[in-house]
């Protein structure tokens, strides 16, 4: 049911509509009618996959297929312990990624769970306790002050009602909420004030309402329904893999063929020949990759966590570090979420508050000055109203100051002790003898106060364009004096002053009353008053986030603000953490809506910042920018967020503020809340990224080198210069621990310095694919030459030739290494700058000389002890490929 006409209908309109009574509300029967025709007030969901068909849909993966041929081939070759190490691997890596992907899925389950449990609904004239899923539409509820809303309702009572929808709209401040119908154009939810929606919280007053929509047709409801709708992409990284995999694949079965071939035609026999092809097919494919792959995104990940970062999908890491827009809530990632006073104005003067959030330590400043709000009685009168005219607490909890109450009282708090002024020491020079709590039709609140001297007098607080239609004096410095039409222009001056540095204003007003006065009601009390001035307070922008927004941008990362505050807060606050610059565009939500996705798209590059946005907005924000080719990291905290968080490249959301939604539908969950911590795993993306191609360009060259001291050998019509278990050796083992250890790399200095990659840059894309041949090539043809050297000396030993080069080959490996860490050449880095990687090196060297000198395992890998002077031939050759290139470089770069 459409629910938008409820907005602007009277209470009578509204029970006749829905057959209700506001009095009696329904009968049972009545509910039990609309139960089996809209069904129960829940969140339904899609159709789950099972557990066995996720956990089978784990061996999909291209390079999991790799891994299982190299099985086959294993086990072809009789080396039976290597085909069960593999398949080991493969089992591991499909329960990792099926309990990664059964936490995807809980988005739903955390929606439902916000839905309140239990409501106070209105049945054949009586209040009952029901759960909130047998609501259905026309019944009355009641709430106040800590419940959540049931349902959509149309508020019919509301007594000083506000209520917390941050995580519905964004917005920072409780929403007050009215009853009067409203017949003004609403363009999103947050303007909606005679509307409370499911999820929501009531932080001040109370009300009742009558259902309009339950289940699936509330605004959660529609949420959820995006949230099951919203398609979930698959990551750069799995792209690459799986185009590698291919690659693998293809060469690996060219080369069998091409071998058994010329093989064959030389006059060799053909089992021998498709043993020898098999050899080359195990050369081609590195059975450790994808192993290495994930470990490298896992310690990426333990690194994350050090940073207040938890991924929750591994490749979400490599995805971050792509990112060329990253789409920003503002309200408590940008800011702190605690408003504060900063600014105060009487009589001309503007006085500024130092101290942020919270912090009750601060000082006042006229300019440059520093002044006492002690020696200064109007600047202490409106912070002592201000504190006075308040409901606020401020506590101390677990070592940290807390505010109990509204964050808008709550910085009026803050701003008095920050002069000294403290609620008991006002408690002891005033007694509050009647309130007229805040009333949205009012925009106000007063209190009549009687002090030491038995004076009474009515201190109010309100919105400023409405307190001064209620003032017929101003209180300028010292002096009172007649509000003139000039002087209230003045006044308003100041009060656009302050609201276009984003300041929301509170004005503070008092009026002494003779002792015989007596007031009945508001409207005696709120009249004739004396303005006093105004706080300007605002919710902080976090002091880190300026630097991280600038270094995002030196990275060539476009950060947008998407928030559903008013355009001039936004605008204030993107401007001061440098998001909105020069000719940048400022979008608001009504604008978004007349927009489809192809529209958006020709403007959306140019616009920094989203204002008044909702859900589907976010949307069409997030699918606008893929459209154009960006990478989308989606940041947010509440229900609003998620399908966008879902939709988006990568999923961002709070740790501390975040909703269950928000952290179940994204990939990445920051501990502190902080936009800052975005930056750093962005650069622990990239450096992950980068680690990926520096041990598959070790990998693969290592490889190239195997192949083509195999394929040199048959062209040449030589005998096999390597047995199949010494390659399978080689690229489970010996290379395993220096390619995982360059996962382990630390970020070269210009990682944060170039621009994010191409969404669709190859994995040997800027050279790579150059270097691995080049490289491979090298390695092959010194291990080749090293072959030949001793086996032409000495024929009759061929296990002595074999195993020199063996040697050859791990010897050039780990040598080539160190080159791998950086993409210029071996001498731009510290050699010992990866002590891991040192260790590696290290470890692997051992292993060889176990495998060459230990009897039990000569007779399995077909080694012989080497003897000495064959050392200096071994060194030198497998130093040849790393220092022939980058001695070339170094000519290059003189040149």
Same mark, same amino acid.
């Given at each position: ?49 099972? +557990? ?12 999991? !297929?790799?891994? !299982? ?13 290597? +085909? ?46 029901? =759960? ?6 026309? $019944? ?57 929606? &499911? ?123 792509? *990112? ?125 106060v009687k002090d030491q001297n038995g004076r009474q007098f009515v201190v109010t607080k309100g919105a400023p364009d409405v307190l001064v239609s209620k003032t017929e004096s101003i209180l300028w410095g010292d002096k009172l004096q007649y509000l003139t039409g000039e002087m209230k222009k003045t006044v308003q001056s100041a009060i656009d002053g302050l609201a276009e540095q984003a300041l929301r204003t509170i004005a503070i007003a008092y009026k002494p009353l003779s002792g015989n006065t007596v007031i009945l009601d508001e409207q005696d009390a709120e009249n004739n008053l004396i303005f006093i001035g105004l706080q300007g307070m605002i919710d902080p922008p976090r002091p880190e986030v300026k630097q991280a927004v600038k270094e995002c941008r030196d990275a060539g990362i476009k950060t947008v603000m998407i928030t559903g505050d008013h355009a001039i807060t936004a605008k204030a606050i993107a401007s001061q953490l440098g998001i909105l610059r020069g000719k940048e565009k400022v979008i608001e939500g009504k604008m978004l809506a007349d927009m ?46 998620? =399908?966008?968080?879902?939709?988006? $490249? ?59 001291? &195999?394929?040199?050998?048959?062209? &040449?019509?030589?005998?096999? =210069? ?9 690229? !489970?083992?010996?290379?395993?621990? =220096? ?25 040997? *894309? ?19 030459? +090293? ?8 024929? $009759? ?99």
């Amino acid at each position: 049911m459409q629910d938008n006409h409820f907005r602007g209908m009277k209470t009578e309109e509204i029970e006749q509509s829905l057959q209700t009574s506001k009095r009696l509300g329904l009968e049972k029967k009545e509910v039990q009618r609309r139960l089996k025709e809209y069904g129960y007030n829940e969140l339904h969901e899609g159709e789950k996959q099972s +557990a066995l068909l996720l956990f089978f849909a784990q061996f999909k993966d291209f390079m999991v !297929l790799v891994l !299982l041929a190299a099985t086959l081939i294993s086990g072809l070759l009789g080396e039976y312990i290597d +085909a069960i190490a593999i398949i080991a691997i493969v089992i591991v890596n499909g329960f990792l990624g099926f309990f990664q992907e059964r936490k995807a899925e809980k988005s739903l389950d955390a929606l439902k769970e916000m839905a309140a449990p239990q409501v106070f609904a209105l049945r054949d004239g009586e209040w009952q306790k029901i =759960p909130s899923k047998e609501l259905v539409l026309g $019944d009355v509820i009641r709430f106040s002050s800590g419940d959540r809303i049931g349902a959509d309702l149309r508020i019919i009572e509301a007594n000083s009602l506000e209520i917390e929808e941050s995580a519905l709209t964004g917005e920072s401040v409780p929403v007050t909420k009215y009853a009067s119908p409203n017949h003004q154009q609403v363009d999103s939810i947050g303007d909606e004030e005679n509307m409370a929606f &499911m999820g929501t919280m009531v932080t001040r007053g109370h009300g009742v309402g009558i259902v309009i929509s339950t289940g699936m047709g509330t605004a959660m409801g529609k949420i959820a329904d995006m949230l099951q709708t919203a398609q979930t992409t698959t990551t750069p990284l799995q792209h690459r893999l799986e185009q590698l995999g291919k690659i693998l694949i293809t060469t690996a079965l060219l080369l069998t063929a091409l071998v058994v071939i010329i093989g064959v035609f030389q006059g060799n026999d053909l089992y021998t020949m498709v043993l020898a092809g098999v050899s080359l097919a195990v050369a081609a494919i590195p059975e450790g990759l994808p192993a290495i792959v994930t470990v490298a995104l896992s310690l990426g990940v333990q690194r994350m966590i050090k940073q207040n970062a938890i991924v929750r999908k591994l490749p979400a890491v490599e995805t971050l570090g792509c *990112a060329s827009v990253i789409c920003s809530d503002k309200t408590g990632t940008m800011t702190q979420n605690k408003m504060t006073v900063t600014h105060i104005w009487n009589g001309g003067q503007t006085w500024s508050v130092t101290g942020s959030g919270n912090e009750t330590d601060g000082t006042f400043l006229r300019g440059e000055e520093e002044i006492s709000p002690s020696n200064n009685k109007t600047l202490q009168q409106i912070l002592t109203f201000g504190l006075l005219c308040n409901h606020a607490e401020v506590i101390e909890r677990e070592g940290k100051v807390v505010i109990d109450g509204d964050p808008t009282e709550g910085a009026l708090a803050i701003a008095a002790l920050k002069a000294g002024i403290t609620r008991r020491s006002l408690q002891d020079r005033f007694e509050i003898i009647k309130e007229f709590p805040f009333d949205s039709t009012r925009k106000m609140m007063s209190i009549i106060v009687k002090d030491q001297n038995g004076r009474q007098f009515v201190v109010t607080k309100g919105a400023p364009d409405v307190l001064v239609s209620k003032t017929e004096s101003i209180l300028w410095g010292d002096k009172l004096q007649y509000l003139t039409g000039e002087m209230k222009k003045t006044v308003q001056s100041a009060i656009d002053g302050l609201a276009e540095q984003a300041l929301r204003t509170i004005a503070i007003a008092y009026k002494p009353l003779s002792g015989n006065t007596v007031i009945l009601d508001e409207q005696d009390a709120e009249n004739n008053l004396i303005f006093i001035g105004l706080q300007g307070m605002i919710d902080p922008p976090r002091p880190e986030v300026k630097q991280a927004v600038k270094e995002c941008r030196d990275a060539g990362i476009k950060t947008v603000m998407i928030t559903g505050d008013h355009a001039i807060t936004a605008k204030a606050i993107a401007s001061q953490l440098g998001i909105l610059r020069g000719k940048e565009k400022v979008i608001e939500g009504k604008m978004l809506a007349d927009m489809d996705v192809s529209d958006l798209e020709d403007i959306v590059e140019d616009v920094s910042v989203f204002a008044r946005v909702s859900p589907e907005h976010k949307l069409k924000i997030v699918k606008a920018l893929q459209n154009k080719g960006h990478i989308v990291a989606m940041t947010g905290d509440g229900v609003n967020d998620a =399908p966008a968080i879902k939709s988006a $490249d990568i999923g961002i959301a709070m740790g501390i503020t975040g909703t269950d939604v928000a952290k179940e539908a994204s990939s990445l969950i920051l501990l502190d809340d902080n936009f800052a911590t975005i930056k750093s795993a962005i650069k622990e993306g990239r450096n992950i990224y980068e680690n990926i191609r520096k041990f598959i360009r070790y990998l693969l060259a290592s490889n190239v080198g195997e192949i083509l001291v &195999m394929f040199f050998a048959m062209i &040449m019509a030589l005998p096999l =210069p390597l047995v199949p278990i010494q390659i399978l050796w080689v690229n !489970l083992v010996t290379d395993g621990l =220096p390619a995982m250890a360059l996962g382990l790399d630390q970020p070269e200095d210009n990682v944060m310095k170039r621009g994010p990659r191409h969404p669709k840059e190859g994995v040997f *894309a800027r050279g790579l694919g150059w270097k691995i041949i080049s490289r491979g090539f090298l390695i092959g043809l010194s291990t080749i030459l +090293a072959f030949i050297t001793v086996y032409k000396s000495n024929p $009759d030993q061929l296990a002595y030739a074999q195993t020199v080069a063996f040697a050859t080959l791990v010897l050039a490996q780990l040598i080539h290494v160190f080159d791998c860490r950086s993409e210029k050449s071996i001498f731009s880095r510290n050699p010992f700058g990866n002590k891991y990687l040192v260790w590696a090196v290290i470890s692997s060297l051992l292993l060889m000389l176990v495998v060459i000198y230990y009897p039990p395992l000569q007779g399995v890998f077909h080694t012989v002890p080497i003897a000495m002077r064959d050392w200096l031939l071994i060194g030198g050759m497998a130093s040849i490929p790393t220092f022939l290139l980058a001695g070339s470089f170094l000519i290059r770069k003189t040149k």
